[in-house]
């Protein structure tokens, strides 16, 4: 018998690490000042996600793929240099 790797990954989970690592494959077609930048990003992203994204929430992180993939779709064109983002942080006024 073979040796064990581990707890067997749902779809999600495997979805989301191909993500990953096709993030990182399209980062090593760009320059390595981009690369890096892409590398950053990517990972700063999945571990933000990872905190702030309850596992249960199967709605909001096929939204979170979509989106990954149209990033990477992009990313994988010659003419794309990195990636951005924008964060939107709406504050409650407490007082009326």
């Known amino acids: 018998m073979g040796a064990s790797r581990g707890p067997r990954l749902s779809g999600m989970q495997k979805q989301v ?56 779709e992009q990313i994988n064109s010659a003419a794309t240099l990195g990636l951005s983002s924008l964060n939107l942080r709406f504050c409650e006024n407490r007082k009326p």
């Open 17 to 72: 690490l191909a993500l990953y690592r096709g993030f990182l494959r399209a980062a090593c077609s760009k320059s390595p000042e981009d690369r890096h930048r892409i590398e950053s990003f990517v990972s700063a992203e999945f571990r933000r996600n990872s905190k702030l994204v309850d596992r249960k929430n199967f709605l909001y992180i096929e939204y979170l793929l979509r989106r990954g993939k149209k990033q990477l």
